[in-house]
């Protein structure tokens, strides 16, 4: 059960996510208002990156990638 938590996890925070234009370009972000133990596993899968006293987390283009596997895998259809 603890695998699909983070999958469902790193999914919400994909579509969730907005884009952030910072000094290296563009990147997407979202607030992690998720269990720490689900973001530090993602973490350390390095899906996705940010400081432990942010109060959000920046999506890597492995966490991106994942997340659209993770789409298809529970037929999620993105809007845009």
């Not at 972000?29 to 899968?45: A, C, H, Q, T």
């Not at 432990?52 to 990638?65: M, P």
């Amino acid at each position: 059960m603890k695998d699909q938590i983070d999958e469902l996890t790193l999914l919400l925070l994909y579509l969730t996510s907005f884009t952030d234009d910072y000094s290296l370009g563009e990147g997407k972000r979202s607030w992690k208002g998720y269990p720490f133990e689900s973001l530090n596993e993602l973490n350390k899968n390095k899906y996705i990156d940010g400081s432990k006293r942010s109060k959000s987390v920046h999506l890597t283009e492995d966490g991106i990638k994942q997340a659209q596997e993770l789409m298809k895998k529970y037929n999620i259809v993105e809007n845009k």
